[in-house]
């Protein structure tokens, strides 16, 4: 059966080369090279994690979408498709939860993203999971868009624990040019190979393409018997709508120009991820790989996007904009061709590839995500039973919410989002709540909301409770009708907020301006501001040990 294995891939994943014959002698003495290369491999597999931007729920052809995507389709059915899987709404804050499995309230970036002109990013205190997987023995390499804050050379992806980095450090930018502006007079270029703008490298190529080309470029220069941690963030769907006159043709038939671009942005995306599993069966990985798909948020209609049943879209609490597509797909799964209803969020990725990548999990990372491959895998119950969406205490406050419509417990001005076992509830102003079906997308404009199921917000609600098990679309609200269920969802939040630290949100920064560093978006301060912050940084850490030696001190006593 191994041996019938190799064949297979020898004849389906042999690199084409146009009018070359392999001789037979050549095919046994491969097929002998691959035996050996298969006996010696590491017992680590290597894990791709594809992150794509704002693809929504309803965006993927096993979902009902109209949209073709044949290699999404095959390869969720042959691995495990995630239904009951959740992100962050938004792009920084999805990225800081995968990169620390942590979530926002513990890292300050509660509120919305890093911008590119804040002196902020990705707290440094904080261990990555590139950096545990280094610690275990992986070569690291990430490609694609970043957006975790550059304000200082240490907040570069290769000083967070990444051995290279070839993208984007900004959250969105031109496919083709790689330029974003950020206001009058706030533009420059954003490509980058390591921590210096990639201009030898840029050949004015879509991104997408770019990017699945350097990605099959490492895996043709990397042996596959040293474990790999790829980290490919595409840049795509996410606004601008670009893409390549050639995806267009398939969609005519969609009148409105947005939803059209859109879907041949994921048609796209499609091919990208199937020129990417080919060159891991042609380059020897695939066998001990685990693929990991993912969005960092729900769809954005009015960019195109669709998250039809659920309600709400991308920046919302809604299940659309939390929902995500996503799927495992590995020969390494003991449940093939499954779907895993368990309870799934994006911090729990760096417990489970970290644990699945022979690494060590050390109590002082206080995780907030759970290592779930046993209930991916195996179809096992999952160790999660509740998941704090957020609580931004700087969000718009609603305008009718109270301590006394929180009971006493909470202020329901403030926006927050839980979810503990089969209830879901929100407070303050969740966001944009309309469902968007996919007939709003027959119009030519989507300012025509005739499609729309359309919820008025003068309303004076500040507080929604959900069984989103039997209502996955929130339809029905069940606050009043369950007011002990609020209570106790009211006080879970309390606690939770009783962990989180000062949000890091700050003003901008005008030293940020390309202009002063040669037309490119880069690190702005100073190494004398470095050492002022890390030596701060140091002196904060001490602090936090020497309080709790003398707590457990105390307990001991």
């Given at each position: 059966?191994?041996?019938?294995?190799?064949?297979?891939?020898?004849?389906?994943?042999?690199?084409?080369?146009?009018?070359?014959?392999?001789?037979?002698?050549?095919?046994?003495?491969?097929?002998?090279?691959?035996?050996?290369?298969?006996?010696?491999r590491t017992t680590q597999p290597h894990i791709i994690f594809i992150l794509v931007d704002d693809q929504g729920f309803r965006d993927v052809g096993y979902h009902g979408s109209e949209i073709k995507t044949p290699t999404l389709d095959r390869l969720a059915a042959q691995g495990v498709k995630l239904e009951n899987y959740y992100v962050q709404p938004l792009c920084s804050p999805s990225r800081s939860q995968l990169m620390t499995g942590r979530y926002q309230i513990h890292t300050g970036l509660q509120h919305s993203v890093i911008r590119p002109t804040q002196a902020n990013c990705l707290p440094l205190e904080n261990v990555t999971l590139p950096q545990k997987l280094r610690q275990a023995g992986y070569a690291t390499h990430m490609v694609g868009k970043w957006h975790l804050g550059f304000y200082k050379r240490g907040c570069m992806p290769t000083q967070r624990g990444?051995?290279?980095?070839?993208?984007?450090?900004?959250?969105?930018?031109?496919?083709?040019?790689?330029?974003?502006?950020?206001?009058?007079?706030?533009?420059?270029?954003?490509?980058?190979?390591?921590?210096?703008?990639?201009?030898?490298?840029?050949?004015?190529?879509?991104?997408?393409?770019?990017?699945?080309?350097?990605?099959?470029?490492?895996?043709?220069?990397?042996?596959?018997?040293?474990?790999?941690?790829?980290?490919?963030?595409?840049?795509?769907?996410?606004?601008?709508?670009?893409?390549?006159?050639?995806?267009?043709?398939?969609?005519?038939?969609i009148p409105n120009l947005h939803r059209r671009k859109y879907a041949a942005m994921v048609s796209c995306l499609d091919e990208a991820v199937h020129n990417l599993t080919l060159a891991l069966k042609r380059y020897g990985f695939y066998h001990n790989t685990v693929i990991v798909y993912s969005s960092d948020n729900g769809g954005q209609p009015m960019a195109g996007g669709n998250n039809w049943p659920l309600r709400g879209s991308k920046a919302t609490y809604w299940e659309g904009g939390i929902r995500a597509v996503g799927f495992v797909h590995s020969p390494l799964l003991l449940n093939k061709g499954t779907r895993c209803r368990a309870l799934i969020h994006i911090t729990d990725w760096f417990p489970t590839l970290v644990t699945l990548g022979e690494g060590t999990l050390d109590e002082d990372l206080n995780l907030d995500g759970y290592d779930v491959w046993e209930a991916i895998s195996e179809g096992r119950q999952s160790p999660r039973h509740d998941i704090l969406h957020n609580i931004d205490p700087i969000y718009t406050k609603a305008k009718n919410g109270s301590w006394k419509a929180g009971y006493g417990l909470w202020n329901t001005a403030i926006r927050a989002a839980l979810r503990v076992g089969h209830w879901k509830l929100l407070t303050g102003v969740p966001g944009y709540s309309d469902w968007v079906p996919p007939q709003t997308f027959s119009n030519l404009l989507l300012t025509n909301r005739w499609h729309n199921e359309y919820v008025r917000w003068d309303q004076g609600k500040s507080v929604w409770l959900f069984n989103i098990i039997a209502d996955p679309y929130e339809r029905v609200d069940l606050s009043l009708r369950y007011p002990h269920i609020v209570k106790k969802m009211l006080m879970r939040l309390a606690q939770y907020n009783r962990t989180a630290i000062p949000v890091r949100y700050p003003a901008k920064d005008s030293r940020s301006n390309p202009n002063f560093n040669g037309g490119v978006w880069g690190p702005w301060y100073k190494e004398d501001e470095d050492d002022r912050e890390t030596n701060l940084l140091t002196n904060n850490l001490a602090k936090k040990r020497r309080k709790k030696k003398a707590k457990k001190r105390k307990l001991k006593d």
């Open positions: 059966m191994f041996l019938f294995s190799v064949l297979a891939s020898l004849f389906a994943f042999t690199s084409p080369t146009c009018g070359y014959q392999m001789s037979w002698e050549n095919w046994n003495g491969n097929l002998q090279n691959r035996v050996n290369e298969l006996d010696s990444f051995d290279t980095f070839f993208g984007s450090l900004l959250g969105s930018g031109d496919y083709y040019s790689h330029y974003k502006c950020d206001g009058p007079g706030m533009c420059g270029y954003d490509l980058h190979e390591g921590e210096e703008a990639a201009w030898e490298q840029d050949r004015g190529r879509y991104s997408t393409l770019m990017f699945t080309q350097k990605a099959v470029d490492i895996l043709a220069h990397h042996n596959p018997q040293k474990p790999l941690f790829l980290y490919l963030a595409f840049q795509a769907v996410h606004s601008p709508l670009q893409v390549p006159a050639r995806y267009l043709e398939r969609y005519k038939s």
